[in-house]
């Protein structure tokens, strides 16, 4: 069964940072793009960051500069850190696996950005 858990949300000051972390099934993560996705409320789902299995890393223009995603092969997991937050940043994360045919999301983990 193919499982995406996201972890590593939670209120935030602006100007802090933090890391998101996604735990795959290892069925998926050496075969998929892993990516992040974000929905803040009232607004559509978009993308924040991709990595592939090679560790080619592409980001939203409203992230980079301020955003690393990347992967560890061995835990099976995919990061996403993010400095310099902003209260834009807060949405719901979703962590998602794609590939031609397939295409999985996590349950999404809440971050806020907030004084």
């Known amino acids: 069964q193919v499982q995406l858990v996201e972890s590593g949300g939670g209120l935030v000051q602006p100007g802090g940072s933090l890391r998101l972390s996604c735990a795959a099934s290892?069925?998926?993560?050496?075969?998929?793009?892993m990516a992040w996705y974000r929905q803040a409320p009232g607004k559509q789902r978009e993308l924040v960051a991709t990595?592939?299995?090679?560790?080619?890393?592409n980001y939203a223009d409203s992230v980079k500069g301020r955003s690393t995603v990347s992967r560890d092969n061995a835990k099976l997991t995919v990061y996403l850190h993010i400095n310099s937050l902003k209260p834009e940043d807060t949405a719901v994360y979703y962590c998602n696996a794609r590939a031609p045919f397939t295409n999985y999301w996590g349950q999404g983990t809440q971050v806020t950005v907030s004084s």
């Open positions: 290892g069925s998926i993560f050496r075969t998929h793009v």
């Open positions: 990595i592939t299995s090679a560790g080619t890393t």
